[in-house]
C-alpha cells in the first residue's frame, strides 16, 4: 500500500480556530489543517471558543453550527459586533438551511456540510487566509517526507518551513551529517522522523541528543504518523475502542 501522496503546502503563518463539539470531527479537521502547516487551537463550546478569540489572534476559524451551549452563527454575530473582521467558516449538518441573507450579512467566508471534507476546509481557510501555495510537496500522513541528497545543499533550507518533517537518509553515504543539515533539523517542530538510516547513522544520531523517531521505510513511516500524538487524539482513539469508557471512569 502506498501511504504517500502530493499536496500544497501552505506557509506558516496561519492560525486557525476550530470549534466543534464532536472530538473525532475536531481530530480530522485539526490534523488536515496541521499537515497543511497552520498552527491550529480547538474548542468545544461556544465559550471557549470566545475565550480563545478574544486572547490569541487567528487569521482564520471554522464553527460549527450546533453546539452544547448555542449556536455558531451567534458566536459570529457577536464577533462582527467586536470588530473581528477574520474570515469564518461553518461547518454544519443543516448547511443548506442556513439563510443566505445571514450568512453573506456575517460576512461568513463558506458553508460546509457535515460529514465535512477536510481537503476542502484546508484549501479554503488557506485561500481565505491569504496564505499563498508555496510548492507541491510529498507527504506521508503528517509528514512531509524529502530525501537528504548529498549533492543538493540547497533543499536543507526548505526543512525549516515543516512543523512535521520526515527525512530520508536511505541514500546518504556518509555516517555523519553536515553542521548546516544539523541546524536545519535542530530547528523546532512538533514532529521529526529519520527514515532508512544506517545503524550507525542511527547512532550518530542519538549521540547529537536530538528528539527523532527512527523508521525503517515508509510503511513504519505512515504508522508513526498514525500514531496518536496529543491528549485529544489519545482520547478519541481511547473513545473509539472502547466506547463510554472514559465518561465513566471520571464520573
Known amino acids: 500500500m502506498n501511504f504517500s501522496n502530493k499536496d500544497e503546502a501552505m506557509e506558516l503563518n496561519a492560525k486557525v480556530l476550530v470549534l466543534d463539539d464532536e472530538p473525532l470531527v475536531r481530530l480530522l479537521i485539526c490534523s488536515k489543517l496541521e499537515q497543511a502547516g497552520a498552527q491550529v487551537s480547538e474548542a468545544g463550546c461556544c465559550a471557549d471558543a470566545l475565550k480563545l478569540m478574544r486572547n490569541t489572534r487567528f487569521d482564520a476559524a471554522l464553527f ?42 456575517l460576512g461568513i467566508c463558506a458553508v460546509f456540510p457535515k460529514p465535512p471534507d477536510v481537503a476542502l476546509i484546508a484549501r479554503t481557510l488557506a485561500r481565505e487566509a491569504g496564505c499563498s501555495t508555496i510548492k507541491e510537496t510529498v507527504r506521508v500522513g503528517r509528514y512531509v517526507y524529502v530525501k537528504a541528497d548529498p549533492a543538493d545543499t540547497q533543499n536543507w533550507s526548505e526543512w525549516a518551513g515543516n512543523d512535521w518533517l520526515a527525512v530520508d537518509f536511505s541514500a546518504w553515504p556518509s555516517d555523519s551529517l553536515p553542521s548546516a543539515m544539523i541546524d536545519f533539523i535542530r530547528m523546532p517542530r512538533r514532529g521529526m522522523a529519520v527514515v532508512g538510516a544506517t545503524p550507525a547513522l542511527c547512532e550518530y544520531f542519538d549521540a547529537l541528543d536530538l528528539n527523532i523517531e527512527f523508521a525503517a521505510g515508509i510503511d513504519e513511516l505512515a504508522a508513526l504518523s498514525r500514531r496518536p500524538t496529543t491528549p485529544l487524539e489519545r482520547a478519541a482513539l481511547l473513545e473509539s475502542v472502547q466506547p463510554g469508557k472514559l465518561t465513566e471512569s471520571h464520573a
Open 64 to 105: 460549527d453550527y450546533r453546539l452544547p451551549d448555542g449556536n455558531g452563527i451567534d458566536v459570529v454575530r457577536l464577533l462582527r459586533k467586536e470588530g473581528f473582521e477574520l474570515p469564518i467558516a461553518m461547518l454544519s449538518g443543516e448547511a443548506a438551511d442556513l439563510e443566505e441573507k445571514t450568512v453573506n450579512d
